[in-house]
């Protein structure tokens, strides 16, 4: 089977003591039951709104700090679990947008963890976790049309040989590189901090497994814990 082994560089253990990431690598089958994606989301928003889980505050402020830590700016740009929490606990619900998306945006709200999904087979060599020189091209959207921008110098950038997958750590995930559900070859990063109980994150990568075997039936995949 096809392996994934994304590298983390060691300057980014300085800016989060104790960062640790499950890496799932998923080899997909036919999508026979996608309204998986829709019901895991719809409970999800649910949990957010009891309260799930308890250590949610204490996970997102720690991902504050570290925003903090390398320049960004939490309350403009929030890592990506904050921002989806805040647009729950304002709306009550998030709308379906396709099902592996809605199943791992429903796992990063279960949790309050930062997930990433991508499609692995767009990518330019092994996934990266860098501190940016600034040179690094990232292909957006910008007012409806295609635009390339560029991160900050010392930013926390995800990369791979071609530019940036994911600026600001795990705040926006780039064009290319962009997961769906017609996706042959997936790639799912799940990142927490110590303030996320490390059995917890195991949880998280359950939840998504178990959702996308449901969802079709048949695939593979490959989990591997990252951690210093």
Partial sequence: MFTVSPSISPEIYSIAPGFRALSIYVQAAPVLNPEVGESALKEACEAVQMGVPEWAESHITAWAEVFQGFGAKP??????????????????????????????????L???????????????????LIVAEGTEPFDTIKEGEPAVEYPARGEVIWCDDAGVTCRRWNWRQGIRTRLGVEAQQMWFILESLPQMPLENLHDAGKMLTDG???????????VALIRE
Wanted: glycine share 10%; with cysteine.
């Fill in 75 to 108: 309350k403009r740009t929030p890592c990506s679990a904050d921002a989806l929490r805040k647009r729950v606990l304002r709306d009550g619900t998030m709308p379906a947008l396709d099902p592996v998306v809605d199943l791992y945006n429903a796992v990063s």
């Fill in 110 to 128: 279960r949790y309050a963890i930062p997930v990433g999904g991508e499609n692995i087979t767009a990518y330019q060599g092994s996934p990266r």
């Fill in 212 to 222: 996308l075997e449901k969802m079709m039936p048949g695939l593979g995949f490959e």
